[in-house]
C-alpha cells in the first residue's frame, strides 16, 4: 500500500469558495438566467458541474445580446469571475444595471484582486510606474493593469520585470513614484527575488505585498511535502496560474509529479508499491475531486500493484504502441514515462514536421502522450519513442476518406518545393502543385508558409501514402457558392462596400464578394468628370448602392453618388426664388454666362440679364473664374433649371437706395 498524505491547505481557497457559492445560490434561485462572464474559475468540473445548473458562459462580445434580452418575465443574471474585469468592462456593467432593472450584476471577484485594483486607481497617476509581477496574458493581470494610469510594466519573471523598468527609467530619465505589486498566485521564490533587487534600483518606490497570503502558504507547503514524497500529484485545471506553479514547486523536488484534472487522470499504473504520494490542489479544486483521488488510489492501487509490477518488467519492443506522461519538454525533445524500466525520448522530429511548432506551447509536464516505440537501448535504459508515426496511421484514413467524398481537409503549409508546397493535414503530408496553390502564376509560394489552407484532396497513392491536394479546387467551390448566393440575394437599392477592381474610360469596377459591379462615370461624382481617376483609384474600398440588376445577363450597375450630397437638393435647402447669391462664372455662350451656385449646380444668366447697359456678349463684361452677385429670378424643380439676373440686382438695389433718400 502507498503512505499518501494530502496536503492541508489543499483545495478551494476563500475567494473561489466565495465566487462558486455566489453563482451556486443565483443558480438554485431560479428566477432568472445565470451566466458567467468567461470562466468563473479554472477548473473544468466545477465549469461541468455551474453549466448542469444551467449557468452559461459568455464573453464580452456576447454581452450585449444577453442584455437585450433581459425582461421583466426573463431577467438576466451576470457573475463576475473570480479573476476580476476590466475597469472599462466594469463600468459598462455598472451603466447597464442602472439602465435595465432586469439585468442584475454579481461582482463575483476575489477580495485579494480587488485590493490590488484598488492600489492601481489609488496609487498611479500620469507620473508614476506600475510594475506587477505576473502573466501579462491572465485575465487577473489584464483586469489589474486597465485600472492603472501612467506607464504599466507587465512580466512573468523577475528578470524581464526589471529589465523593462530599467529601460523605461534610462530612456525618460524616470525618477518619480514605482508602484511594485504581484499576481495574486505568484510564484514565492520570484516574487523575493524581484523585490530584493526592487530595492535597489528604485529609489523612490512603493512596494505592495499582493501575493494571497492562501497562496503563500499552500506554496511553502506543498515545497516541505513534495521534499518528501516518492511521488507528488497535483490536482487543478491546466490553465490555472496557481496549479501551475504548485506543480513547478513539486516539479523540482520530486521526479515524479503529475498534473491531474479530476479522478479520470490518476496515474495509477506509475505507483510502485511501498511509495510515498503526496496530494496537492490548486485553489480552484473542490474538495470532492481530491477526496475522490485519494479514495481511488487508497482502493484501487492494492489491485493494480501487480499489473504495474509485470508492466515494469516486460520488455519493450519496436513497434510497441505506448502510452506515458510528460516528464520534461526542452526545446528538441521531451522525456516521456511510459511505465516501465525505459525513459521514453520523443525528439522534434518525431514530434512534428512542421518547424514554426515549440514543443514548450504544445507540450506541458503531465500531459499523456501516445507513440510508438522506435529503438530501445537496454543499456542506457532509454526508449526512442515517435508521436508522428502514431498521428499519421490515425489520419491517413480521414485523408483516403475525404479523397473518396470530396469533403475539404485543414492542412498547414510548412514547407516550399520544388513546383509547389508541402501541408500537413493531422500529420499526414500532403503536396499541393504550384498550379493548385490559388496564387498567380509566378506568385512566390513562400507567401502561403505558416498559413492553414483548405484544401481537397485531387490524387492519392494509398500504397506509396502519397497525397496531392489542391487549394484552388476549394477556393474555385467557395468562390463559386458565394456567386449563387449574392445573385440570390442581390435587389436594387441595396447598399455594399467593396474594393475598386479596375478602372476604364467610362467608369470603374467594385468587387462586391466575387462579383464585380460597374458605376458608370456619370454615377460617380454629381459633378462632371472626365475621367474616373479624378474620384477613385484602384484598391479604394467605397460603398455603393446598386442602381439596376440585370441577373439573367449576370450585371449590375452601381452608383457611388450619396442622395445627401445631391447639388440640388442642397441648392434648395439654400436658397429660393428672389435670394441673392454670390457665384461663380463656369462657362460663356453666345446667350450667356453659366455660373455655379453651389457646387455641382449651375445657373444661366442670359446675355439681357448680365448688365444695365446693352452688351453684344457675355464676355464683354465677365469672364470664367469671376465670382458676382447675382439674384435667383426663377427655380425650375422639374427641369433642375436656374435663372440668375445681375441687372435685377442691380436695378433693386437702386430702388432701395433712391427709398432711403427720398424718406
Not at 209 to 227: A, G, M, P, Y
Request: glycine share 6%.
Amino acid at each position: 500500500m502507498p503512505e499518501i498524505t494530502v496536503a492541508s491547505l489543499a483545495g478551494f481557497c476563500f475567494g473561489v469558495r466565495h465566487a462558486v457559492d455566489t453563482v451556486e445560490r443565483a443558480a438554485d434561485d431560479r428566477k432568472s438566467r445565470v451566466y458567467t462572464l468567461g470562466k468563473l474559475i479554472h477548473n473544468p468540473s466545477v465549469l461541468a458541474s455551474l453549466a448542469d445548473k444551467g449557468v452559461a458562459a459568455i464573453d464580452e462580445d456576447g454581452l450585449d445580446e444577453v442584455y437585450g434580452s433581459a425582461s421583466a418575465a426573463d431577467p438576466v443574471t451576470i457573475c463576475t469571475r473570480a479573476h476580476g474585469i476590466t475597469r472599462e468592462l466594469s463600468e459598462k456593467l455598472r451603466r447597464m444595471q442602472a439602465e435595465n432593472r432586469y439585468f442584475r450584476v454579481l461582482d463575483c471577484t476575489c477580495p485579494h484582486v480587488s485590493r490590488i485594483q484598488r492600489i492601481a486607481t489609488e496609487e498611479t497617476s500620469e507620473d508614476t510606474i506600475f510594475c506587477i509581477l505576473g502573466d501579462p496574458m491572465h485575465p487577473e493581470v489584464q483586469g489589474i493593469v486597465s485600472y492603472a494610469s501612467g506607464e504599466v510594466i507587465a512580466a512573468p519573471t523577475a528578470d524581464e520585470l526589471i529589465d523593462r523598468l530599467l529601460s523605461s527609467m534610462s530612456s525618460k530619465m524616470h525618477n518619480n513614484l514605482v508602484i511594485l505589486t504581484a499576481q495574486t498566485t505568484q510564484n514565492i521564490k520570484e516574487w523575493e527575488k524581484t523585490q530584493k533587487v526592487f530595492k535597489k534600483v528604485c529609489t523612490n518606490s512603493k512596494i505592495y505585498d499582493t501575493i494571497c497570503s492562501v497562496t503563500e502558504n499552500r506554496q511553502n507547503e506543498v515545497l516541505k511535502l513534495s521534499r518528501k514524497m516518492d511521488m507528488m500529484i497535483v490536482i487543478g485545471g491546466k490553465e490555472s496560474s496557481n496549479t501551475q506553479k504548485l506543480f513547478s514547486i513539486c516539479k523540482q523536488n520530486c521526479e515524479l509529479t503529475y498534473l491531474i484534472e479530476d479522478a479520470s487522470s490518476i496515474p495509477l499504473k506509475y505507483v510502485k508499491p511501498h511509495m510515498k504520494v503526496g496530494i496537492a490542489a490548486g485553489a480552484s479544486t473542490p474538495g470532492e475531486i481530491i477526496q475522490e483521488v485519494q479514495n481511488i488510489m487508497s482502493e484501487n492501487t492494492e489491485k493494480t500493484f501487480e499489473e504495474m509490477i509485470d508492466e515494469s518488467l516486460r520488455p519493450i519492443n519496436n513497434g510497441d504502441r505506448v502510452t506515458g506522461v510528460v516528464t520534461s519538454v526542452s526545446e528538441n525533445e521531451i522525456h516521456v514515462d511510459i511505465g516501465a524500466k525505459f525513459t521514453g525520448i520523443i525528439t522534434y522530429s518525431e514530434l512534428t514536421d512542421d518547424p514554426s511548432v515549440k514543443l514548450s506551447e504544445v507540450y506541458k509536464p503531465g500531459d499523456e502522450i501516445e507513440a510508438v516505440v522506435v529503438k530501445v537501448n537496454d543499456a542506457e535504459g532509454v526508449a526512442q519513442l515517435s508521436k508522428k508515426k502514431i498521428d499519421v496511421a490515425k489520419n491517413w484514413q480521414a485523408v483516403v476518406d475525404a479523397a473518396a467524398s470530396g469533403e475539404a481537409l485543414e492542412a498547414k503549409i510548412i514547407e516550399v518545393v520544388k513546383g509547389g508546397v508541402i501541408g500537413l493535414c493531422g500529420g499526414v503530408r500532403v503536396f499541393i502543385p504550384a498550379s493548385q496553390s490559388g496564387l498567380p502564376k509566378d506568385s512566390d509560394l513562400h507567401e502561403l508558409q505558416g498559413q492553414v489552407k483548405q484544401v481537397k484532396v485531387i490524387d492519392i497513392n494509398e500504397q506509396r501514402k502519397r497525397v496531392v491536394a489542391s487549394i484552388r479546387a476549394v477556393e474555385r467551390e467557395i468562390n463559386k457558392a458565394r456567386k449563387e448566393a449574392f445573385w440570390a440575394q442581390v435587389e436594387e437599392g441595396q447598399q455594399y462596400t467593396g474594393e475598386v477592381k479596375s478602372l476604364t474610360s467610362y467608369g470603374a469596377f467594385v468587387d462586391l464578394g466575387g462579383v464585380d459591379g460597374m458605376v458608370h462615370t456619370s454615377e460617380l461624382s454629381w459633378k462632371r468628370i472626365k475621367h474616373p481617376s479624378e474620384v477613385v483609384k484602384v484598391g479604394d474600398v467605397i460603398t455603393v448602392t446598386v442602381k439596376a440588376v440585370d441577373k439573367d445577363a449576370k450585371r449590375i450597375s452601381l452608383t457611388y453618388k450619396s442622395p445627401d450630397m445631391d447639388p440640388w437638393k442642397l441648392f434648395t435647402e439654400k436658397y429660393s426664388e428672389g435670394d441673392t447669391a454670390l457665384v461663380k462664372i463656369v462657362s460663356l455662350m453666345d446667350f450667356g454666362a453659366f455660373a455655379e451656385v453651389v457646387p455641382g449646380a449651375d445657373g444661366l444668366i442670359h446675355v439681357s440679364q448680365i448688365s444695365r447697359e446693352k452688351i453684344a456678349k457675355p464676355s464683354d463684361a465677365l469672364k470664367i473664374g469671376d465670382e458676382v452677385e447675382a439674384k435667383i429670378t426663377k427655380i425650375d424643380n422639374d427641369a433642375h433649371k436656374i435663372s440668375l439676373s445681375i441687372k435685377a440686382l442691380l436695378l433693386d438695389r437702386e430702388r432701395e437706395a433712391a427709398a432711403e433718400d427720398n424718406q
